[in-house]
Nanobody
């Protein structure tokens, strides 16, 4: 059974940075065969896609709000995906989730709060 564990969230001031991690385990096949995504859900809103990375890490896609500020990456040797978030804004406040679309698995989420 696939398990995804997010970490790295917290409270940060506007303009600050955070690096989220998603540690994955329990895949039927090697981790490097699975594309992965980051989503977020702000209070009172639906879950939205933040960024996606291909199985090899060679291809990435971003939501418009994330372009130029966030960077998605992965380390297939460590079975871990990352989200580097810079220039954070109060509207980035949300619970951030990692997701493996091909198996439908979600992590428990990590809270990111951007506030002065």
């Amino acid at each position: 059974q696939v398990q995804l564990v997010e970490s790295g969230g917290g409270l940060v001031q506007p303009g600050g940075s955070l690096r989220l991690s998603c540690a994955a385990s329990g895949f039927t096949y090697t981790f490097s065969m699975y594309a992965m995504r980051w989503y977020r859900q702000a209070p009172g809103k639906g879950r939205e896609l933040v960024a996606a990375v291909s199985s090899t890490g060679g291809s990435t896609n971003y939501a418009d709000f994330a372009k130029g500020r966030f960077t998605i990456s992965r380390d297939n040797d460590k079975n871990t995906m990352y989200l580097q978030m810079n220039s954070l804004k109060p509207e980035d406040t949300a619970v951030y989730y990692c997701h493996v679309p091909s198996v439908g698995s979600w992590g428990q989420g990590t809270q990111v709060t951007v506030s002065s």
